[in-house]
């Protein structure tokens, strides 16, 4: 079955740097997504993409966030300047067909320092 | 806004022996369900949705889920386990709109410890 790749697997950074996370949807989806869980809380909801831009985003995703799909083929995350609350698993998700069914990838561990 | 409830961080079981793992959500308008398994070190998979019709719904790996709009319930369950299914289970809802991008809105999730 065809899956959502993400790297870096562990990503370790000093706080204020920035960090780029890489995700490879799906070839032929067209939905992406970016979500974000926290040692023992909630799987989260960051940011969706649709058409080449954003469809929705939420509180957590400020103006240190970015989202791009440069080439037609990698999404990825940029955290322009990085928080210690930033720790966190960050998941990529594709969608042929929206919400009905996302593929996630394996998650990129991000540890800011 | 709409919110998931998982009561039951941790859930051990017998090899062999029926679970269920619950789930309760919370909306002001109607929404689509759904069950995700996380195995160790690999993303979260779909195991189960419910959109319409038969409120019992039938997943993989002989799981099934049964939505009860009255108690506002989406509770898991599986007759009898099997140690490939340790893993962590999230429920997870979205609103029921014409814009099909709707974001997920997950529960915080139960780690399902089957026991030899």
């Known amino acids: 079955e065809p899956e959502v790749t993400q790297t870096p697997s562990h990503q370790v950074t000093q706080m204020g740097q920035e960090v780029i996370l890489r995700c490879v949807p799906i070839?032929?989806?067209?939905?992406f997504y970016w979500y974000r869980q926290i040692l023992g809380q909630k799987v989260e909801f960051l940011v969706s993409?649709?058409?080449?831009?954003?469809?929705?985003k939420s509180e957590i995703f400020d103006d240190q966030f970015s989202v791009e799909r440069p080439d037609g083929s990698n999404f990825t995350l940029k955290i322009r300047s990085t928080k210690l609350e930033d720790s966190a698993m960050y998941f990529c998700a594709s969608s042929e067909q929206g919400r009905e069914k996302l593929f996630f990838g394996s998650g990129t561990q991000l540890s800011v320092l | 806004a709409q919110s998931v409830t998982q009561l039951d961080s941790q859930v051990p079981v017998f090899e062999e022996a029926p679970v269920e793992l619950r789930c309760n959500y919370s909306?002001?308008?109607?929404?689509?369900l759904f069950w995700y398994v996380q195995y160790p070190n690999q993303g979260l998979q779909l195991l189960l949705k419910?959109?319409?019709?038969?409120?019992l719904v039938k997943g993989i790996n002989g799981f099934e889920a049964e939505f009860n709009k009255s108690q506002t319930s989406f509770h898991l369950r599986k007759p009898s386990v099997h140690i490939s299914d340790t893993a962590e289970y999230f429920c997870a809802v979205t609103l029921i709109s014409n814009f099909g991008n709707e974001k997920l809105t997950f529960g915080t999730g139960t780690r399902l410890t089957i026991i030899p």
């Open positions: 419910y959109l319409s019709g038969s409120t």
């Open positions: 909306s002001s308008v109607s929404v689509y």
């Open positions: 993409f649709y058409n080449n831009e954003i469809s929705e």
């Open positions: 070839s032929n989806h067209l939905y």
